[in-house]
């Protein structure tokens, strides 16, 4: 199976900031990569799938990029509906593995 | 406008059985793969289970490999999941999730599923 190493864990930030979140992942999966934004008892949704195309709907200060094992989620100007949980996903083969999400709270 | 709504959550006890259904609407069912995708009570998400358009490719992961069952009707745009043998670990918000290789884009609100004695 691949492995989904996010970092940070968990995060304290302003609204303003630029936040960037990383993934790791244990082997190459090329673009085929997702990051989600859940809030608490929401399903995910869906922000960046191919590692960079941003989803229909999706404000623009959300931004992914990277290939093969090394991606990142940027943030370019925290707002407050943005403090939430971020998943990445692979999507390159089963199992569809999910990182362990960072938390994205305000400082 | 793309809906999909879970239903069949509950209470079961250890070793029990359990059906959840999916009602998709706003979309042609039968073009899309879908998916199961749960997350434990405070955990992260986990994928279980994918089905493509026409119910012939079917993946498990290997938690339930053997134990749940997805499948579909297409005429009904309906999407189910039977789940056997069911363990205290397998308590948690389950999901359908439309998707796959471009990522899950749209998701259901999720049914809650309790093992418990």
């Known amino acids: 199976d691949i492995q989904m190493t996010q970092s940070p864990s968990s995060l304290s930030a302003s609204v303003g900031d630029r936040v960037t979140i990383t993934c790791r992942a244990s082997?190459?999966?090329?673009?085929?990569f997702n990051w989600y934004q859940q809030k608490p008892g929401k399903a995910p949704k869906l922000l960046i799938y191919?590692?960079?195309s941003l989803q229909s709907g999706v404000p623009s200060r959300f931004s992914g990029s990277g290939s093969g094992t090394d991606f990142s989620l940027t943030i370019s100007s925290l707002q407050p509906e943005d403090f939430a949980t971020y998943y990445c996903q692979q999507s390159y083969n089963t199992p569809y593995t999910f990182g362990q999400g960072t938390r994205v709270d305000i400082k | 406008e793309v809906q999909l709504e879970e239903s069949g959550g509950g209470l079961v006890q250890p070793g029990g059985s359990l059906r959840l259904f999916c009602a998709a609407s706003?979309?042609?069912?039968?073009?899309?793969?879908m998916n199961w995708v749960r997350q434990a009570p405070g955990k992260g998400l986990e994928w279980i289970s994918y089905i493509s358009s026409g119910g012939t490719t079917i993946y498990y992961a290997d938690s339930v490999k053997g134990r749940f069952t997805i499948s579909r009707d297409n005429a009904k745009n309906s999407l189910y999941l039977q789940m056997n043998s069911l363990r205290a670990d397998d308590t948690a918000v389950y999901y359908c999730a439309r998707g796959q290789a471009s990522g899950f884009s749209y998701w259901g609100q999720g049914t809650l599923v309790t093992v418990s004695s």
């Open positions: 082997q190459s999966v090329g673009i085929y």
């Open positions: 191919a590692a960079s």
């Open positions: 706003g979309f042609t069912f039968g073009s899309y793969e």
